[in-house]
């Protein structure tokens, strides 16, 4: 077996070019035992520690392009990451089971003003992570489309906003929040919601069909995050508005027995990304002018007021992570980015 350091020599050659052909069938091999033996998340690690030491090599275009798309691509071949079926279905599961109300979330992220303007039904379903819609530019008439309704309370309020000749596009998954957004959205008497049962890896709307892309808390869901930013890439118009808050987390910071846990993935921490890894998918899908509008640090006390994480999940965070980072187990972020005009 050879070492990762070895394994990833050979990765960087194979991508530049220069490993013979004869040696090709060898150093895949090898590199597949690699991700074997360590797991795509080691492999990872282990591949960015080999590249920071080497930050005065400045390796051309194309072979970074195509290393991260090898890794984009890479399948899981370890338990040390879960299979895209796996966690659809375990954010499945864990969503159906949210208990009747998490109001607190909604009261810690929005004023008493934005609440009034929605059904207590949709308050008692907040499950985001921060509030990405005071940085939106929402006019009126806009067709707006909501990554992930979960409960409504985000549509609500853009549908306030766009009025009645706009619509807000509520996009979830999962029928139960389809129907809890569509009937928030009667309670509350507007006309313009309407919700579409799909995935964030592919969007049922046609090309260039809408201006504006919101979503909480939901992109780090997907284990095909890359996938995701260009689908929205894909139905945005040119020069349309991508606003979005989720949680970014250091990897290489949280214990390997949180990572793989089920309610800390569909909590969004053990699948999301590092903030600059967050912003070089936005950008490598093709938008422009992606930045970080909002940051706030999430402690462990602050995932528990989440359901998802589950009384396991916390006392692990509590036992396993340092005390001095129970304070910032993670950071909710809220990213904007434009999709170019054309020319």
């Given at each position: 077996?050879?070492?990762?350091?070895?394994?990833?020599?050979?990765?960087?050659?194979?991508?530049?070019?220069?490993?013979?052909?004869?040696?090709r069938a060898l150093v895949e091999?090898?590199?597949?035992?690699?991700?074997?033996?360590?797991?795509?998340?080691?492999?990872?690690?282990?591949?960015?520690?080999?590249?920071?030491?080497?930050?005065?090599?400045?390796?051309?275009?194309?072979v970074l392009r195509r290393l991260?798309?090898?890794?984009?691509?890479?399948?899981?071949?370890?338990?040390?990451?879960?299979?895209?079926?796996?966690?659809?279905?375990?954010?499945?599961?864990?969503?159906?089971?949210?208990?009747?109300?998490?109001?607190?979330?909604?009261?810690?992220?929005?004023?008493?003003?934005?609440?009034?303007?929605?059904?207590?039904?949709?308050?008692?379903?907040?499950?985001?992570?921060?509030?990405?819609?005071?940085?939106?530019?929402?006019?009126?008439?806009?067709?707006?489309?909501?990554?992930?309704?979960?409960?409504?309370?985000?549509?609500?309020?853009?549908?306030?906003?766009?009025?009645?000749?706009g619509r807000v596009i509520a996009?979830?998954?999962?029928?139960?929040?389809?129907?809890?957004?569509?009937?928030?959205?009667?309670?509350?008497?507007?006309?313009?919601?309407?919700?579409?049962?799909?995935?964030?890896?592919?969007?049922?709307?046609?090309?260039?069909?809408?201006?504006?892309?919101?979503?909480?808390?939901?992109?780090?869901?997907?284990?095909?995050?890359?996938?995701?930013?260009?689908?929205?890439?894909?139905?945005?118009?040119?020069?349309?508005?991508?606003?979005?808050?989720?949680?970014?987390?250091?990897?290489?910071?949280?214990?390997?027995?949180?990572?793989?846990?089920?309610?800390?993935?569909?909590?969004?921490?053990?699948?999301?990304?590092?903030?600059?890894?967050?912003?070089?998918?936005?950008?490598?899908?093709?938008?422009?002018?992606?930045?970080?509008?909002?940051?706030?640090?999430?402690?462990?006390?602050?995932?528990?007021?989440?359901?998802?994480?589950?009384?396991?999940?916390?006392?692990?965070?509590?036992?396993?992570?340092?005390?001095?980072?129970?304070?910032?187990?993670?950071?909710?972020?809220?990213?904007?980015?434009?999709?170019?005009?054309?020319?």
């Amino acid at each position: 077996m050879i070492s990762c350091s070895e394994a990833v020599k050979q990765l960087w050659e194979y991508l530049d070019g220069t490993v013979d052909e004869a040696d090709r069938a060898l150093v895949e091999e090898h590199l597949s035992r690699c991700r074997r033996c360590c797991g795509e998340l080691e492999f990872a690690r282990e591949l960015r520690r080999v590249l920071a030491k080497s930050a005065s090599v400045d390796p051309p275009a194309d072979v970074l392009r195509r290393l991260s798309q090898t890794l984009e691509e890479l399948k899981p071949m370890s338990p040390d990451l879960m299979h895209t079926a796996e966690i659809k279905d375990l954010v499945r599961d864990a969503y159906r089971q949210v208990p009747p109300t998490t109001a607190a979330v909604a009261h810690n992220l929005y004023s008493n003003e934005e609440l009034a303007l929605v059904p207590q039904s949709a308050i008692d379903r907040a499950l985001g992570v921060a509030n990405h819609l005071r940085h939106a530019t929402i006019r009126s008439g806009d067709t707006v489309l909501d990554l992930g309704c979960g409960g409504g309370i985000d549509t609500i309020l853009a549908a306030h906003r766009t009025g009645p000749t706009g619509r807000v596009i509520a996009l979830d998954f999962l029928p139960e929040m389809l129907t809890r957004t569509a009937d928030a959205a009667a309670q509350a008497e507007l006309s313009n919601v309407e919700p579409l049962e799909g995935e964030l890896e592919a969007i049922p709307l046609p090309d260039d069909s809408v201006d504006l892309i919101i979503s909480n808390g939901v992109i780090n869901l997907s284990a095909r995050k890359a996938r995701v930013m260009a689908e929205c890439a894909r139905v945005l118009k040119p020069g349309g508005e991508l606003c979005v808050s989720d949680l970014t987390v250091e990897q290489d910071h949280l214990p390997r027995e949180i990572l793989t846990q089920p309610a800390a993935w569909a909590g969004c921490v053990a699948g999301a990304l590092a903030e600059d890894d967050f912003l070089h998918k936005v950008q490598r899908a093709g938008f422009t002018g992606a930045r970080v509008l909002h940051r706030e640090p999430l402690s462990i006390e602050d995932c528990a007021l989440y359901p998802l994480f589950s009384d396991e999940v916390i006392a692990l965070m509590r036992r396993l992570i340092p005390i001095e980072r129970h304070g910032r187990v993670a950071v909710a972020v809220v990213v904007k980015a434009f999709l170019p005009q054309m020319q």
